[in-house]
């Protein structure tokens, strides 16, 4: 009779746990289908995404958006706004893609994402599996993968000891009850002392060999979905996988074994652990398999993130009401229609075809920082994912590098001059490479006087022009559209002013700027009305005769 419960409560609880786990299931793919289509929103603290760089720090691309241009074009919001995955790794991928301006093979890329747009049942299968590696901050796993050696210096031979004589334990309870139950007992406080007490200087591996054995359990059963003739996903698992296809036992085992303490699994996987030592054991085996095929976990590592970043793309795109794939061409010039900066709500939408060397000009707040971001942007997004928010976008291969949002540095206690001249500089290196450059300069040299600025500022525009780049530069100074006229094509925003408001209609239109509005702003925000006589009294002396009268 107790035999009988005994079976029953077993099967009880593994028909439950089976129920729990198809009703969980249910619930994340119901989730996911209907977060398909929608921005992202970043859920994650400060340190979940500094965690989220690992895979960029530790392998970084040759070519590389370097921080300030990250920074200046605001890509930490784009990619907050794409970043639909579902896992760690997915994240860390995406992120290292947006900043590789060296991505090939996009042509693969976007037949991927069709088949992914196509096939919402198996990509929602998909989405589950990453589901279930999860995100966990600060999880070390590539630096596992490229570097499987423990953390701390481990007496793996005691181990194999302690769980030999716990095994041969249960032997003797066949032969003799009494001894076999005392021998399984003393075993059982002693494996359990030992585990405990050691658990704390393997926990690091122990995680993170679990992280990538939840990979390879979600990898296994992608490979079963059926992804069509055109990807070249399956592929890539069936041989990143082929050294990892036999360790079905040990993987479930070791995962078990760091479930959620309100798991009802973590009982019998607690008790087994504790009583086996099994996550010694299996973390263990894992680095040696590790150490045996770097090159397949790293394959798998990369094919995993990189299926998340086309979903992550797919939805992007459905969440945008302009969007088009770009045109890579091997011309000098860049050719946009309705192109729109991702980050602004009911953004206007801009047309052109630019030649090499441009200059913007336009009044406060007109628009011109906006569109050289939205430039800078879908570049970086064109080349990276194969997408644009625009109409139609055409361009060559490019290096985006950016001199914008400077500011002063308090800790190295560098002027706002100085980060200025050191963001220039670095500019004036990277055109010597071996890429072509896409180069946004936003009010350039702002941060000393009118004389050195006008003529540094010339200096280093007309320096640009004797290499095959890309040049936006965004200036209230229009002594440079005069003095830079045969060599810069003149483009400008303007407003328009009425007694009461500044209205701007945020449309890029040729030649240098014939309106400004500093003043007219000091009156609208209540300014004394002798500071705004005076003031369009110079302005307007200043105009017709280049000289200052103070009046």
């Given at each position: 009779?107790?035999?009988?419960?005994?079976?029953?409560?077993?099967?009880?609880?593994?028909?439950?746990?089976?129920?729990?786990?198809?009703?969980?299931?249910?619930?994340?793919?119901?989730?996911?289908?209907?977060?398909?289509?929608?921005?992202?929103?970043?859920?994650?603290?400060?340190?979940?995404?500094?965690?989220?760089?690992?895979?960029?720090?530790?392998?970084?691309?040759?070519?590389?958006?370097?921080?300030?241009?990250?920074?200046?074009?605001?890509?930490?919001?784009?990619?907050?706004?794409?970043?639909?995955?579902?896992?760690?790794?997915?994240?860390?991928?995406?992120?290292?893609?947006?900043?590789?301006?060296?991505?090939?093979?996009?042509?693969?890329?976007?037949?991927?994402?069709?088949?992914?747009?196509?096939?919402?049942?198996?990509?929602?299968?998909?989405?589950?599996?990453?589901?279930?590696?999860?995100?966990?901050?600060?999880?070390?796993?590539?630096?596992?993968?490229?570097?499987?050696?423990?953390?701390?210096?481990?007496?793996?031979?005691?181990?194999?000891?302690?769980?030999?004589?716990?095994?041969?334990?249960?032997?003797?309870?066949?032969?003799?009850?009494?001894?076999?139950?005392?021998?399984?007992?003393?075993?059982?406080?002693?494996?359990?002392?030992?585990?405990?007490?050691?658990?704390?200087?393997?926990?690091?591996?122990?995680?993170?060999?679990?992280?990538?054995?939840?990979?390879?359990?979600?990898?296994?059963?992608?490979?079963?979905?059926?992804?069509?003739?055109?990807?070249?996903?399956?592929?890539?698992?069936?041989?990143?996988?082929?050294?990892?296809?036999?360790?079905?036992?040990?993987?479930?085992?070791?995962?078990?074994?760091?479930?959620?303490?309100?798991?009802?699994?973590?009982?019998?996987?607690?008790?087994?652990?504790?009583?086996?030592?099994?996550?010694?054991?299996?973390?263990?085996?894992?680095?040696?398999?590790?150490?045996?095929?770097?090159?397949?976990?790293?394959?798998?590592?990369?094919?995993?993130?990189?299926?998340?970043?086309?979903?992550?793309?797919?939805?992007?795109?459905?969440?945008?009401?302009?969007?088009?794939?770009?045109?890579?061409?091997?011309?000098?010039?860049?050719?946009?229609?309705?192109?729109?900066?991702?980050?602004?709500?009911?953004?206007?939408?801009?047309?052109?075809?630019?030649?090499?060397?441009?200059?913007?000009?336009?009044?406060?707040?007109?628009?011109?920082?906006?569109?050289?971001?939205?430039?800078?942007?879908?570049?970086?997004?064109?080349q990276t994912l194969n997408t644009c928010i625009a109409d139609s976008m055409s361009f060559p291969n490019v290096f985006v590098i950016t001199s914008m949002a400077i500011q002063d540095?308090?800790?190295?206690?560098?002027?706002?001059?100085?980060?200025?001249?050191?963001?220039?500089?670095?500019?004036?290196?990277?055109?010597?490479?071996?890429?072509?450059?896409?180069?946004?300069?936003?009010e350039i040299l702002k941060g000393t006087n009118t004389i050195e600025r006008i003529s540094s500022s010339y200096s280093v525009l007309d320096f640009l022009t004797n290499y095959s780049?890309?040049?936006?530069?965004?200036?209230?100074?229009?002594?440079?559209?005069?003095?830079?006229?045969?060599?810069?094509?003149?483009?400008?925003?303007?407003?328009?002013?009425?007694?009461?408001?500044?209205?701007?209609?945020?449309?890029?239109?040729?030649?240098?700027?014939?309106?400004?509005?500093?003043?007219?702003?000091?009156?609208?925000?209540?300014?004394?009305?002798?500071?705004?006589?005076?003031?369009?009294?110079?302005?307007?002396?200043?105009?017709?005769?280049?000289?200052?009268?103070?009046?």
């Open positions: 009779m107790i035999f009988i419960v005994f079976v029953a409560l077993f099967f009880g609880f593994i028909g439950f746990s089976i129920f729990r786990v198809k009703n969980h299931n249910r619930k994340v793919m119901r989730r996911v289908a209907a977060q398909y289509g929608q921005l992202a929103e970043w859920e994650g603290s400060l340190d979940d995404y500094e965690s989220m760089k690992r895979y960029f720090k530790v392998l970084p691309p040759q070519y590389a958006i370097d921080d300030q241009t990250w920074n200046d074009l605001d890509m930490d919001l784009v990619f907050k706004q794409i970043n639909l995955t579902q896992s760690s790794v997915g994240e860390e991928v995406l992120f290292r893609r947006l900043r590789d301006q060296n991505i090939s093979n996009l042509d693969q890329f976007e037949k991927d994402i069709n088949w992914l747009q196509d096939n919402e049942l198996e990509r929602t299968k998909i989405q589950r599996e990453m589901n279930r590696i999860g995100k966990k901050t600060n999880n070390q796993l590539i630096e596992l993968i490229l570097n499987p050696v423990f953390s701390n210096d481990i007496n793996f031979a005691l181990f194999t000891v302690l769980r030999s004589v716990a095994i041969l334990s249960l032997f003797i309870l066949f032969f003799n009850l009494e001894v076999g139950i005392m021998m399984i007992s003393l075993m059982f406080i002693v494996n359990n002392v030992v585990y405990y007490s050691k658990t704390g200087e393997i926990s690091k591996d122990v995680s993170r060999v679990s992280m990538l054995m939840d990979i390879i359990k979600a990898s296994k059963n992608i490979e079963k979905i059926e992804l069509g003739d055109d990807t070249h996903v399956k592929s890539r698992l069936h041989e990143s996988l082929k050294p990892f296809r036999n360790m079905g036992i040990a993987s479930s085992l070791a995962a078990a074994s760091l479930q959620s303490s309100t798991s009802e699994a973590m009982v019998l996987s607690g008790f087994l652990d504790g009583y086996f030592l099994i996550s010694f054991g299996a973390c263990r085996f894992m680095f040696k398999k590790i150490i045996d095929s770097h090159d397949e976990a790293l394959m798998l590592y990369e094919t995993i993130g990189y299926l998340e970043c086309a979903i992550a793309t797919a939805s992007y795109r459905q969440s945008q009401d302009t969007v088009c794939i770009p045109k890579v061409t091997e011309t000098s010039e860049i050719e946009f229609e309705n192109i729109k900066n991702p980050l602004v709500d009911e953004a206007i939408g801009n047309s052109h075809v630019f030649q090499s060397f441009n200059m913007i000009t336009g009044s406060n707040a007109s628009g011109k920082s906006t569109f050289v971001k939205a430039l800078g942007v879908n570049i970086l997004l064109g540095d308090i800790d190295s206690k560098e002027s706002y001059f100085v980060r200025e001249t050191k963001s220039l500089k670095r500019i004036l290196d990277q055109v010597k490479g071996d890429k072509r450059c896409f180069i946004v300069i936003d780049t890309f040049v936006c530069a965004a200036t209230h100074d229009l002594e440079l559209t005069e003095l830079l006229k045969s060599k810069y094509q003149n483009y400008h925003f303007k407003e328009t002013v009425t007694d009461r408001d500044i209205v701007f209609d945020y449309k890029l239109r040729e030649g240098p700027s014939d309106t400004r509005n500093a003043i007219k702003m000091l009156e609208y925000y209540g300014y004394e009305p002798s500071i705004i006589i005076k003031a369009n009294r110079m302005a307007d002396t200043f105009e017709k005769t280049r000289t200052w009268d103070t009046y």
